[in-house]
């Protein structure tokens, strides 16, 4: 991807001048060099390293293995063979890696003996790892728990074969960086410093100017001052992460070497030296302190190691020998260790995130944060599958399932799948369709471990090799199990089936289960028939809109299920006709929905208003459908809308249809439904539960047509006579909500040249508005981009894109998914997009509520909205001896939430515990929270915790010991009291506002009479 470079300054201008010393003096007069004017010696940190895309042009294994090179030259083995060649020849040399997700490959392959050589480079300080995730994942799109994992992933490997826990993170080449990734993933994970690359074009000219090149971010109100970490930015502070310019010494590369031989005509060290010294001190004027860092590399780099490292080796000898500056072989973390030193120094601070992030006028990186819905949307739905079958495992097989290959393929393709060309949307399309594929295949391979823990859970009575199975295309009413059981004929048919529940409270929800045209009944365990309801199902279509072969009705019943547990039901058909449901077409597309809580009415087929019936407070909400058509470049800026940049051709949005949209009604004992179409390519379902305190809008978007060779960007847009000023709050990655504001940055004067795209953020789970009456709220299932600043009263989510021309930031073909793309080998056109546009299907939860009350009702509704209540099927005929479950003594509170529970090894459980409110959203939820771990465990005694980093493999005392009390200025260089990890004896833990805490126990075996674990 192009990036930028900021422009230098004469070095004339420096403010670092200073006597020389008479040893310096001579040096320079050796060298003829006294042009350079000098202050007190920096020393220049050279630190080697490769940044490996797990995936973007060409498939983590195509990288990996060197092929398809038609896209791209890269191949990341040879990388590393040749890198731990070269720094075996040479003691003082270094290298720096990231990705796990290549390094174990390359591990696997590797003899003994070449193990063991790795380990000793290792352990001397050579090789070193930074962040140490399994990729380098974004910062926008995930989801907090899955960049959680994936950095437990890499982390896990690296302790288990070398002892090391990364202490720096390495955030290079992410579009934008999120709060999330300062507080949570890198302070709480036990790093006490942060580099990256890319920032706003307008705020890294403020920082070059005002020498804040690197500074103390402390993101997390919740959190406070403890989860600060120190960050800085990346190669030579041009928004890039690459060597200062003349220094790529890579395979290909036209930069000059370093040429020593004097009997050569082409001797350059006084030059080469020069040109290093004038790089060093032009950056050491832009940041504070004596300590700088070349980041020598960049993407795929060091192919050919040899070559890169010779030159190395050679510039630091002679930037040495002439002692103007000092040189040396050096790593992230030596780097930071140098910072710590320089008490003296004062750093900025900075408390707001890097989102939007703009290389340029006009050139605003937000229609990532949509590209590629489907792709995000399956990314955040095998998430919560992979927690639930990580609980289901470890509460079932528990030390058994460990080494589990099912699982280990799941949390692997799930970890490739964070990488920021992966979820982000940004890679070529057939890598997108490998993401995809591996997902799938880990998501079949761990469903097997997990049946067999509910068969361990639920007791099947003996005789048959009892199983489950899993309904992956439910939300395209596509269950064959469930489909079977509601055919006509064939007489009374029946299936059994237990409902997860993967939160912490016991939940009373809605399940829908698709079902034939026949009659059908739901019981419980006591075949007691429980109330259903039969309503339309949606529409039946693929991904590129063929038929799907789903039911044309579904049935709703209300599942009560145990805190993180299950409960058992059974389907039964008669056989007999079911009287299809039917729906009310009322007069001028006029209607009402009303539960309890919430009553959302209708004018003219969409709808007009919604009342929050709690405070009384009614508010104008015209929701509709528009799109943005994208720039293909103008007079202004020859930017395009592209998988990257979101740029609309102007600031007006056209409607995706202009007429009344046509309106059905379904009403129900559970649930009252509208369905909605607009136009040929739009349509949605809202409905409202009873006792439900928030509205669902399920909608299917796509395929968007281009035919008319406009690109078109697609929203979802609620206009309220909320008075909001400008203002909006988003959240980070699913944690803290950031407050936003219209033309507005908190760190630098803003000079907005795209009204619409520079206002759009990330909302990774939910976006508001508010005034002094009323706050309304928007979850989404997947992350968008969307805003609440553009226009006061209104909230927009970009939902779909199709746009027809490339953005230029590297991916080299436009944002049009369809089904087929042609080879990207051979002769003829290569990948060519053709076949079906994508269609997408996904949820809006609404809420609206007094301001006070807001996070009360729409932080429990995110968790279930990520973590929804999932049936499995029973693929055998004999009861159920325990037809219920709970893995816990009671459910916990509201803002506690058990976010991992897994097998760690064949001692020992991790476990994680979320405080789930921030700072000040609610008067009593986001007070400190107490747990008693002695007393979570149904029937399972805790005989050992030991409190670890939010990693799980360093101790949290360790954690704390690597955060430095930082000299920021106007403040004292205190840290705020943070939590003392858990002491011995001690079981009762607090959790402050959003912190996580991360448990390794042991658990004695099941009580002997287990049975009453099971309710």
């Given at each position: 991807?192009?990036?930028?470079?900021?422009?230098?300054?004469?070095?004339?201008?420096?403010?670092r001048?200073a006597?020389?010393?008479?040893?310096?003096?001579?040096?320079?007069?050796?060298?003829?060099?006294?042009?350079?004017?000098?202050?007190?010696?920096?020393?220049?940190?050279?630190?080697p390293?490769?940044?490996?895309?797990?995936?973007?042009?060409?498939?983590?294994?195509?990288?990996?293995?060197?092929?398809?090179?038609?896209?791209?030259h890269?191949?990341?083995?040879?990388?590393?063979?040749?890198?731990?060649?070269?720094?075996?020849?040479?003691?003082?040399?270094?290298?720096?890696?990231?990705?796990?997700?290549?390094?174990?490959?390359w591990?696997?392959?590797?003899?003994?003996?070449?193990?063991?050589?790795?380990?000793?480079?290792v352990?001397?300080g050579?090789?070193?790892?930074?962040?140490?995730?399994?990729?380098?994942?974004?910062?926008?799109?995930?989801?907090y728990?899955?960049?959680?994992?994936?950095?437990?992933?890499?982390?896990?490997?690296?302790?288990?074969?070398?002892?090391?826990?990364?202490?720096?993170?390495?955030?290079?080449?992410?579009?934008?960086?999120?709060?999330?990734?300062?507080a949570?993933?890198?302070?709480?994970?036990?790093f006490?410093?942060?580099?990256?690359?890319?920032?706003?074009?307008?705020?890294?000219?403020?920082?070059?100017?005002n020498?804040?090149?690197?500074?103390?971010?402390?993101?997390?109100?919740?959190?406070?001052?403890?989860a600060?970490?120190?960050?800085?930015?990346?190669g030579?502070?041009?928004?890039?992460?690459?060597?200062?310019?003349g220094?790529?010494w890579?395979?290909g590369?036209?930069?000059?070497p370093?040429?020593?031989?004097?009997?050569?005509?082409?001797?350059?060290?006084?030059?080469?030296?020069?040109?290093?010294?004038?790089?060093?001190?032009?950056?050491?004027?832009?940041?504070?302190?004596?300590?700088?860092?070349?980041?020598?590399?960049?993407?795929?780099?060091?192919e050919?190691?040899?070559?890169?490292?010779?030159?190395?080796?050679?510039?630091?000898?002679?930037?040495?020998?002439?002692?103007?500056?000092?040189?040396?072989?050096s790593?992230?973390?030596?780097?930071?260790?140098?910072?710590?030193?320089?008490?003296?120094?004062?750093?900025?601070?900075?408390?707001?995130?890097?989102?939007p992030?703009?290389?340029?006028?006009?050139q605003?990186?937000?229609?990532y944060?949509?590209?590629?819905?489907a792709?995000?949307?399956?990314?955040?739905?095998?998430?919560?599958?992979?927690?639930?079958?990580?609980?289901?495992?470890?509460?079932?097989?528990?030390?058994?399932s460990?080494?589990?290959?099912?699982?280990?393929?799941?949390?692997?393709?799930?970890?490739?799948?964070?990488?920021?060309?992966?979820?982000?949307?940004?890679?070529?399309?057939?890598?997108?369709?490998?993401?995809?594929?591996?997902?799938a295949?880990?998501?079949?391979?761990?469903?097997?471990?997990?049946?067999?823990?509910?068969?361990?859970?639920s007791?099947?009575?003996?005789?048959?090799?009892?199983?489950?199975?899993?309904?992956?295309?439910?939300?395209?009413?596509v269950?064959g199990?469930?489909?079977?059981?509601?055919?006509?004929?064939?007489?009374?048919?029946e299936?059994?089936?237990?409902?997860?529940?993967?939160?912490?409270?016991?939940r009373?929800?809605?399940?829908?289960l698709?079902?034939?045209?026949?009659?059908?009944?739901?019981?419980?365990?006591?075949?007691?028939?429980?109330?259903?309801?039969?309503?339309?199902?949606?529409?039946?279509?693929?991904?590129?809109?063929?038929?799907?072969?789903?039911?044309?009705?579904?049935?709703?019943?209300?599942?009560?299920?145990?805190?993180?547990?299950?409960?058992?039901?059974?389907?039964?058909?008669?056989?007999?006709?079911?009287?299809?449901?039917?729906p009310?077409?009322?007069?001028?597309?006029?209607?009402t929905?009303?539960?309890?809580?919430?009553?959302?009415?209708?004018?003219?087929?969409?709808?007009?208003?919604?009342?929050?019936?709690?405070?009384?407070v009614?508010?104008?909400?015209?929701?509709?459908?528009?799109?943005?058509?994208?720039?293909?470049?103008?007079?202004?800026?020859?930017?395009?809308?592209?998988?990257?940049?979101?740029?609309?051709?102007?600031?007006?949005?056209?409607?995706?249809?202009?007429?009344?949209?046509?309106?059905e009604?379904?009403?129900?004992?559970?649930?009252?439904?509208v369905?909605?179409t607009?136009?040929?390519?739009?349509?949605?379902?809202?409905?409202?539960?009873?006792?439900?305190?928030?509205?669902?809008?399920?909608?299917?978007?796509?395929?968007?047509?281009?035919?008319?060779?406009?690109?078109?960007?697609?929203v979802?847009?609620?206009?309220?006579?909320?008075?909001?000023?400008?203002?909006?709050?988003?959240?980070?990655?699913?944690?803290?909500?950031?407050?936003?504001?219209?033309?507005?940055?908190?760190?630098?004067?803003l000079?907005?040249?795209?009204?619409?795209?520079?206002?759009?953020?990330?909302?990774?789970?939910?976006?508001?508005?508010?005034?002094?009456?009323?706050?309304?709220?928007?979850?989404?299932?997947?992350?968008?981009?969307?805003?609440?600043?553009?226009?006061?009263?209104?909230?927009?989510?970009?939902?779909?894109?199709?746009?027809?021309?490339?953005?230029?930031?590297?991916?080299?073909?436009?944002?049009n998914?369809?089904?087929?793309?042609?080879?990207?080998?051979?002769?003829?056109?290569r990948?060519q997009?053709?076949?079906?546009?994508?269609?997408?299907?996904?949820?809006?939860?609404?809420?609206?509520?007094?301001?006070?009350?807001?996070?009360?009702?729409?932080?429990?509704?995110?968790?279930?909205?990520?973590?929804?209540?999932?049936?499995?099927?029973?693929?055998?005929e004999?009861?159920?001896?325990?037809?219920?479950?709970?893995?816990?003594?009671?459910?916990?509170?509201?803002?506690?939430?058990?976010?991992?529970?897994?097998q760690?090894?064949?001692?020992?459980?991790?476990?994680?515990?979320?405080?789930?409110?921030?700072?000040?959203?609610?008067?009593?939820?986001s007070?400190p929270?107490?747990?008693?771990?002695?007393?979570?465990?149904?029937?399972?005694?805790?005989?050992?915790?030991?409190?670890?980093?939010?990693?799980?493999?360093?101790?949290?005392a360790?954690?704390?010991?690597?955060?430095?009390?930082?000299?920021?200025?106007?403040?004292?260089?205190?840290?705020?009291a943070?939590?003392?990890?858990?002491s011995?004896?001690?079981?009762?833990?607090?959790?402050?506002?959003?912190?996580?805490?991360?448990f390794?126990?042991?658990?004695s075996p099941?009580?002997?009479?287990?049975?009453?674990?099971?309710?």
């Open positions: 991807r192009p990036v930028a470079r900021a422009s230098r300054s004469r070095l004339q201008q420096s403010p001048m006597m020389l010393s008479f040893t310096s003096l001579v040096q320079l007069l050796v060298l003829g060099s006294l042009s350079i004017p000098v202050e007190c010696k920096l020393t220049v940190h050279v630190v390293h490769t940044h490996d895309d797990v995936g973007w042009l060409k498939t983590v294994d195509e990288y990996y293995t060197g092929q398809n090179n038609s896209i791209q890269a191949y990341v083995k040879m990388i590393l063979d040749t890198v731990i060649e070269a720094l075996e020849k040479n003691p003082e040399r270094t290298f720096t890696y990231v990705e796990q997700a290549f390094f174990q490959r591990w696997r392959q590797q003899s003994p003996a070449l193990q063991n050589l790795t380990r000793s480079l352990k001397s050579q090789l070193s790892f930074t962040n140490g995730g399994w990729c380098m994942h974004d910062e926008a799109a995930p989801f728990l899955d960049m959680v994992d994936q950095t437990t992933l890499g982390h896990r490997f690296l302790m288990t074969e070398f002892g090391v826990a990364p202490k720096t993170g390495w955030q290079l080449d992410p579009f934008g960086h999120s709060a999330t990734q300062a949570l993933l890198s302070s709480e994970v036990g006490s410093g942060l580099f990256f690359g890319r920032i706003d074009y307008q705020d890294l000219a403020q920082r070059v100017k020498q804040e090149a690197e500074f103390i971010w402390r993101a997390s109100p919740s959190l406070g001052p403890g600060q970490v120190f960050s800085g930015l990346t030579e502070y041009g928004g890039n992460y690459g060597p200062p310019s220094f790529d890579n395979v590369s036209n930069d000059e370093v040429q020593d031989d004097m009997d050569l005509k082409d001797y350059n060290v006084k030059s080469r030296v020069d040109d290093f010294v004038r790089a060093a001190i032009w950056q050491g004027d832009r940041t504070r302190g004596e300590h700088i860092m070349f980041t020598m590399g960049s993407d795929f780099q060091y050919n190691a040899r070559e890169w490292f010779e030159n190395l080796d050679r510039i630091i000898k002679y930037v040495n020998e002439d002692g103007r500056v000092q040189a040396m072989y790593n992230p973390e030596l780097y930071l260790d140098a910072k710590a030193k320089e008490q003296q120094v004062a750093w900025p601070l900075k408390t707001d995130d890097f989102f992030y703009a290389d340029g006028a006009h605003f990186w937000t229609g944060f949509t590209s590629r819905p792709f995000k949307r399956y990314v955040r739905d095998s998430s919560a599958f992979l927690q639930m079958v990580k609980q289901v495992e470890m509460l079932g097989e528990g030390a058994a460990v080494g589990d290959h099912g699982l280990t393929l799941l949390e692997e393709a799930m970890g490739v799948a964070q990488h920021h060309d992966a979820v982000s949307g940004t890679a070529k399309q057939h890598v997108t369709f490998d993401y995809a594929a591996r997902i295949e880990g998501r079949n391979s761990a469903l097997q471990g997990a049946a067999m823990s509910l068969v361990q859970l007791g099947p009575q003996a005789g048959e090799r009892p199983t489950f199975s899993y309904c992956v295309l439910r939300n395209i009413s269950c199990q469930t489909q079977a059981v509601g055919e006509v004929g064939d007489g009374v048919k299936i059994q089936f237990l409902v997860w529940n993967g939160l912490a409270q016991a009373s929800e809605i399940i829908e698709p079902t034939g045209l026949g009659e059908v009944r739901v019981l419980d365990d006591n075949s007691e028939e429980i109330e259903s309801q039969l309503v339309p199902s949606l529409s039946s279509v693929t991904n590129y809109g063929q038929p799907a072969g789903g039911s044309p009705q579904a049935v709703l019943f209300t599942a009560d299920v145990p805190a993180l547990g299950f409960k058992a039901f059974r389907l039964s058909g008669t056989g007999s006709p079911a009287p299809p449901p039917k009310d077409h009322p007069e001028a597309g006029a209607a929905l009303e539960n309890e809580f919430l009553a959302l009415e209708f004018c003219s087929g969409a709808l007009c208003k919604l009342t929050d019936k709690q405070s009384g009614s508010v104008r909400a015209e929701q509709s459908w528009f799109w943005y058509e994208g720039s293909t470049g103008n007079s202004e800026s020859k930017q395009r809308s592209g998988a990257y940049i979101f740029r609309p051709n102007k600031t007006e949005a056209s409607v995706v249809f202009s007429g009344q949209p046509s309106l009604v379904v009403r129900g004992p559970l649930a009252d439904e369905h909605q607009f136009g040929t390519w739009v349509s949605q379902r809202i409905r409202l539960a009873k006792g439900a305190k928030h509205a669902e809008i399920t909608f299917t978007v796509g395929p968007i047509p281009v035919g008319d060779a406009k690109g078109k960007e697609v979802s847009r609620i206009s309220t006579d909320i008075q909001n000023g400008g203002e909006c709050l988003a959240d980070s990655n699913g944690r803290e909500m950031l407050l936003r504001k219209r033309d507005f940055r908190p760190t630098w004067n000079t907005q040249t795209e009204p619409v795209a520079g206002n759009y953020y990330p909302v990774t789970s939910a976006l508001a508005i508010r005034d002094a009456r009323v706050q309304l709220t928007v979850l989404t299932d997947a992350t968008q981009a969307g805003s609440g600043c553009i226009r006061d009263g209104e909230i927009e989510l970009m939902v779909h894109r199709a746009l027809l021309e490339d953005d230029g930031r590297g991916v080299g073909e436009p944002l998914e369809t089904q087929y793309v042609t080879p990207y080998i051979g002769s003829g056109s990948g997009h053709y076949g079906p546009g994508l269609v997408i299907r996904g949820k809006h939860l609404l809420t609206l509520t007094a301001p006070a009350l807001a996070a009360k009702v729409w932080r429990p509704a995110a968790d279930q909205l990520y973590m929804p209540l999932s049936p499995f099927f029973a693929e055998f004999a009861k159920f001896e325990h037809p219920s479950f709970t893995a816990l003594v009671q459910s916990l509170p509201v803002n506690i939430q058990v976010i991992t529970l897994e760690w090894d064949a001692q020992r459980v991790l476990l994680r515990l979320a405080h789930q409110f921030g700072v000040g959203e609610d008067e009593a939820l007070q929270a107490t747990v008693d771990l002695g007393g979570l465990f149904a029937k399972r005694q805790v005989l050992d915790v030991d409190e670890r980093g939010l990693a799980g493999t360093i101790s949290r360790e954690v704390l010991r690597r955060r430095v009390p930082w000299n920021v200025e106007g403040e004292a260089a205190a840290l705020q943070d939590v003392a990890p858990l011995a004896g001690n079981l009762t833990v607090t959790l402050g506002p959003l912190q996580i805490r991360t390794l126990l042991k658990l099941a009580a002997e009479d287990a049975v009453s674990v099971f309710i």
